[in-house]
């Protein structure tokens, strides 16, 4: 999010609402054109009647409030025709390469229903009760690469400005939260056109879009290895490189004291109704105010040689690991040139070439040195293999079970890669040390995938995630917060193990401000509280 919303504003990328379209309770369609130096995208978008009956975040979900689709270019009048009689289907639609991203979202019935009402009432409505929620509307699901005949990423792999990963669904995303803006002003409007005062610049800002995460984000992580290494590797090396400085500028020591109080605010603010989490965010407030103090002016850190990795170390010592991943984001948020030129780095362009003359002793060697972590899992211990993975036909996404409990074990994801690594291991004592694996896998088929990942674990080694997946203490919910975190959301808000809340484009510029020398200063949002109010 934050590198989309620095390259518009280098760019001077520009959005105009093309028509909307819309009745007096906000059904119809709209479009908008986002024009870049190079093309232009646009997001056709279509707000339906949803009835309460139906309403629900699930992805077995088969009507929403609205539904989009993000277009390569202008669509002319037979485009959009196609895409209203498609795009609200979603799964059940079919689309065409025009087409990159496709996505839907519903209301939060309770804020949209407050701010509306507010507006056409001629008051503002109440920041507190706006951060409490931070979206009118939250995605269920942002869909891309080819799915359902929408181009493959490799149409526009190429293209500077959707290089990185997930550029077009970010896009897409920033531009719904603009599309749910106009949409609840619409409403206020219409409903009272005399009294209706449109919202507050500095509320707008505030309001972010919702995304509901679940379980069938967990598996991505394991299944798309090489990517997350990437994503690992650039951010412990842009982290490197600026604790290996001697000493910040003025004005960098600066960012960092101000984002940090911010930070502080930011936490205090976030209140979630899970106690785990809510204890560990209890923690993280009480860990900030402890390295506020140490980086303080009056302390003089930042004069010391090498300040940053005295702090990283001084973190580590003393603060919990929530409070440690903060202070990470936090040391980089005055260096973002260093995270930018790392951006080309962050896809995947090439698959890992397998050898099938390595020998076993050879391949045995790589098990034994990358994975002393899964071969110290003990299998024996039913506690160790309590939970199994698959992918549900009923619900459309991969669910997880009990494996002594339910059936459908036999039919569990390759997921399990402690456990697969073991019995590999144990099968390739019993093969000749210069056998080659080629002939092993001739007769082992079974493990071809997991040839695959000690292959690319020997050349990643952010690349896997060092649990057992299938074990009593493994907790989705941390897989989910990883790959979110790197997108940007904030405000996590867990409901259980298994799916979690978080708001996303939080405190970002609107379209009219992308120009604005505080593009880049919102990444730890938090509410206004008057009229000099403003992002530090």
């Given at each position: 999010m934050r590198q989309l919303i620095r390259r518009m504003n280098h760019e001077n990328w520009h959005i105009k609402q093309e028509f909307f379209l819309l009745n007096d309770e906000g059904h119809?369609?709209?479009?908008?054109?986002?024009?870049?130096?190079?093309?232009?995208?646009?997001?056709?978008?279509?707000?339906?009647?949803?009835?309460?009956?139906?309403?629900?975040?699930?992805?077995?979900?088969?009507?929403?409030?609205?539904?989009?689709?993000?277009?390569?270019?202008?669509?002319?009048?037979?485009?959009?025709?196609?895409?209203?009689?498609?795009?609200?289907?979603?799964?059940?639609?079919?689309?065409?390469?025009?087409?990159?991203?496709?996505?839907r979202a519903n209301k939060s019935l309770r804020l949209f229903d407050y701010v509306m009402n507010s507006l056409a009432s001629g008051t503002q409505p109440k920041a507190d009760v706006i951060n409490e929620i931070g979206y009118l509307m939250r995605t269920t699901a942002v869909y891309a690469n080819g799915k359902f005949g929408m181009a493959d990423r490799t149409n526009y792999a190429n293209r500077s400005e959707l290089m990185q990963p997930y550029?077009?669904?970010?896009?897409?995303?920033?531009m719904i939260r603009k599309f749910s803006l106009d949409l609840v002003e619409h409403v206020a409007q219409r409903k009272n056109c005399r009294k209706f005062v449109p919202l507050d610049r500095r509320l707008k800002r505030h309001i972010g879009i919702g995304n509901a995460t679940g379980l069938g984000m967990a598996p991505f992580l394991v299944s798309h290895p090489v990517l997350i290494h990437n994503w690992f590797h650039a951010r412990e090396t842009a982290l490197a490189s600026i604790r290996s400085l001697e000493a910040?500028?003025?004005?960098?020591?600066?960012?960092?004291?101000?984002?940090?109080?911010?930070?502080?605010?930011?936490?205090?603010?976030?209140?979630?109704?899970?106690?785990?989490?809510?204890?560990?965010?209890?923690?993280?407030?009480?860990?900030?105010r402890f390295l506020i103090e140490r980086t303080s002016k009056q302390t003089k850190f930042f004069e010391q040689p090498r300040p940053w990795d005295t702090l990283y170390k001084m973190a580590v010592d003393n603060v919990c690991i929530e409070a440690q991943e903060l202070l990470v984001s936090l040391i980089l948020e005055p260096y973002p040139e260093y995270t930018d030129k790392l951006a080309h780095t962050l896809h995947v362009d090439r698959e890992i070439p397998f050898d099938p003359s390595m020998s076993v002793v050879e391949f045995c060697s790589l098990i034994d040195h990358h994975y002393s972590w899964a071969l110290a899992v003990n299998f024996n211990d039913l506690?160790?293999?309590?939970?199994?993975?698959?992918?549900?036909?009923?619900?459309?996404?991969?669910?997880?079970?009990?494996?002594?409990?339910?059936?459908?074990?036999d039919k569990e994801m390759q997921i399990a890669v402690?456990?697969?690594?073991?019995?590999?291991r144990e099968k390739l004592q019993s093969a000749k040390n210069q056998e080659i694996m080629a002939v092993f896998l001739l007769r082992h088929p079974e493990f071809r995938h997991i040839?695959?990942?000690?292959?690319?674990?020997?050349?990643?080694?952010?690349?896997?995630?060092?649990?057992?997946?299938?074990?009593?203490?493994?907790?989705?919910?941390?897989?989910?917060?990883?790959?979110?975190?790197?997108?940007?959301?904030?405000?996590?808000?867990?409901k259980s193990d298994l799916w979690t809340r978080v708001t996303m484009f939080q405190g970002a510029p609107l379209d009219d401000e992308l120009s604005r020398d505080d593009k880049d200063n919102w990444g730890f949002p938090i509410k206004p509280v008057s009229k000099c109010y403003k992002y530090l």
């Open positions: 119809g369609k709209a479009l908008y054109i986002v024009s870049t130096p190079k093309r232009s995208y646009s997001l056709v978008c279509f707000s339906h009647y949803l009835e309460p009956n139906r309403r629900t975040d699930r992805v077995i979900a088969d009507a929403w409030d609205a539904t989009f689709s993000l277009f390569d270019g202008k669509p002319c009048h037979s485009d959009i025709n196609r895409l209203e009689s498609q795009t609200p289907l979603q799964e059940a639609g079919r689309f065409h390469a025009s087409e990159l991203v496709m996505s550029q077009a669904e970010m896009l897409t995303v920033y910040p500028t003025p004005n960098q020591a600066n960012i960092f004291q101000k984002q940090i109080k911010q930070a502080a605010l930011h936490i205090s603010e976030w209140n979630i109704e899970d106690k785990a989490y809510m204890a560990n965010i209890t923690a993280l407030e009480n860990d900030v506690r160790q293999s309590k939970y199994f993975w698959y992918y549900s036909t009923e619900k459309i996404e991969p669910r997880r079970g009990m494996r002594r409990e339910e059936i459908g074990a402690a456990r697969d690594i073991q019995s590999m040839v695959k990942r000690v292959l690319i674990r020997a050349q990643h080694e952010y690349s896997e995630i060092q649990d057992n997946m299938i074990g009593e203490k493994c907790r989705p919910i941390d897989i989910l917060r990883c790959k979110l975190a790197f997108f940007g959301a904030t405000k996590f808000d867990p």
